[in-house]
């Protein structure tokens, strides 16, 4: 899997802007690939999808969620060394809210993760309370949280570090973010966004399902089937809604939508 990832790192040096593959980062050059982002992994290559299908995280999802649970999304965060980019804190759930909650985020450490190179932080039981708002102060959805946000308890942040093929799961809910890479090292790691079938989009969801009709999208949900089978009978659970409108000028991903949307930092550069 690292060499993989490693493989399209080095495609992205003929990448001049960002694109349906990659998301690059600030002073990305065919010198000194700098990616935050390759994107729908389980798309670009079939490994990211076997890895998923057939490893450990298909019982986790039995005991956590059920028996029918499908991809949500999949994303390859990719911190370059030397300042590769913060992703702000926000709840994954302010992106899609579905019609119950049943949601997680397993991510999978492809090198080491320490304190130096953008460990993933997140707030113990955050996935209990409200949903906060991630509107900026022109009320635009910039994907993150005010770190002057009264509700924003970033006291209570715990990070997650570990070796190369270490995993994390956690929920659609948690307060989450993850400072620049100061260190000399990447900080490659694979999300795999899951939810249980019953479990349909109010709205929101990746960019691409978004373009696809109404055959395309059944066709893709399909192939999206991780465990058991699709549920027609929408699931619903009074859970907190927030839509994340109105939408910020460039939507193809977190960072984008932070940019471009006008999100506040919590996070310094050293």
Known sequence: MQSITHDFIDRSRRVTESND?????????????????????????????????????????????????????????????????????HQDWAFYPHTNDDMLAFGVFLEDVTEENGPLQVIPGSHKGPILNHNSSDNIFCGAVDPSNPEFQIEKAVTITGKAGSMSVHHART????????????????????????????????????????????????????????VLQPRMKEVPVRLPYPPAADISS?????????????????
Request: hydrophobic letters at 40%; charged letters at 20%; proline letters at 6%.
């Open 175 to 230: 307060l989450h973010g993850s400072a620049p890479n100061v260190s000399d090292r990447a900080r490659l790691m694979l999300f795999y966004e899951c939810c249980a079938a019953d479990a349909w989009p109010l709205m929101g969801g990746s960019a691409y399902i978004q373009r696809l009709s109404q055959q395309e999208q059944w066709d893709d949900l399909l192939d999206r089937m991780i465990i058991g089978n699709p």
């Open 21 to 89: 593959v990659y998301d690059l980062d600030e002073g990305h050059s065919f010198e000194t690939p700098k990616l935050t982002r390759i994107k729908l992994p389980h798309k670009q290559h079939p490994f990211f999808w076997d890895v998923l299908k057939n490893s450990g995280i298909t019982e986790v999802l039995r005991q956590l969620i059920g028996p029918n649970a499908v991809l949500q999304t999949s994303k390859l965060n990719a911190k370059a060394p030397g300042g590769g980019a913060a992703v702000e804190w």
């Open 254 to 270: 977190i960072f984008q939508v932070q940019k471009t949307g006008g999100a506040k930092s919590a996070f310094s550069r050293v």
